[in-house]
């Protein structure tokens, strides 16, 4: 059965974005799993008072999203490059839900910037904490991602003081040799002055989802038309 024209092109679409979420959705599921069962970290989701805390729900989404995304990408792929209406029916609704999802999230992070701000802040506090203590070098090149995203040094910033030094970036000026911005004001301050930016991520990567969403009724509707023809042609035959 061949798809051409528009068809073709949703086609190539719907693969190259599924080869992106597939890329996405395993580094956060390893990320994920990496922080719920390494033995510097395993012992924090062992500790019933710390099952609410924002590192647990943290790791928890990561896990679930990247086991989502995996989940769809399966869907996507497999409807897509075998051209199966069913699996391109389940993939489509459940793009569709992620889309609603990305929405409602990026108007939920707008109107609570400065909560989510100081979530984020908890969540490098207890990267933090778990590096000092266990040295773990996979936590420290996240610290390190980190620190050069948002140019900031641990909990200080001075650098006679600060534990993670190691990971810090380079200071831009002499003042910055002494004391740099901390990170968990930083994460806050960042989060709150850049909301419009983070909602438009999410409005952004929505927008991405619908697009693939009609790519994906665009191809049901070439297999649709391609059965159609061949069911027509068997019938004037035979």
């Keep these: ?22 890329v996405v959705g ?8 990496w922080l719920r069962f390494s033995g510097s970290t395993r012992g924090i989701f062992e500790i019933d ?3 609410s805390s924002t590192f647990v729900i943290g790791v928890t989404v990561l896990i679930v999203l990247g086991s989502v995304m995996l989940f769809v990408v399966a869907f996507g792929d497999y409807g897509a490059c ?6 391109l ?8 839900f992620l889309a609603i999802a990305e929405f409602v999230v990026g108007a939920l992070a707008y109107s609570n910037s400065h909560e989510v ?39 200080t910033g001075v650098s006679l003081i600060e534990l993670v030094k190691q990971t810090c ?35 952004g990567t929505g927008a ?5 969403l009609v790519c994906a009724a665009v191809l049901l509707k070439q297999i649709k038309k391609e059965h159609q023809e061949i069911t027509a042609y068997y019938s004037s035959v035979y």
């Design 26 to 33: 395993f580094a956060f599921l390893g990320l994920g799993l």
């Design 169 to 203: 970036p380079k200071p831009d000026g002499f003042m910055e040799h002494i004391v740099m911005s901390n990170c968990p004001l930083t994460i806050v301050n960042v989060f709150e002055s850049r909301a419009p930016l983070v909602m438009g991520i999410f409005v």
């Design 82 to 87: 075998n051209e199966k209406k069913c699996a």
């Design 117 to 155: 701000g100081r979530r984020l802040g908890e969540f490098y506090v207890s990267l933090y904490t778990i590096y000092v203590n266990s040295q773990d070098p996979a936590i420290g090149v996240t610290l390190t991602f980190i620190h050069n995203s948002l140019h900031c040094c641990g909990m």
């Design 89 to 96: 029916q389940v993939f489509s609704v459940l793009i569709f």
């Design 49 to 51: 008072q710390l099952s």
């Design 208 to 212: 991405l989802l619908i697009t693939a």
């Design 1 to 22: 059965m061949a798809i051409d024209g528009c068809g073709l092109v949703c086609k190539y679409i719907l693969i190259i974005f599924n080869i992106i979420f597939a």
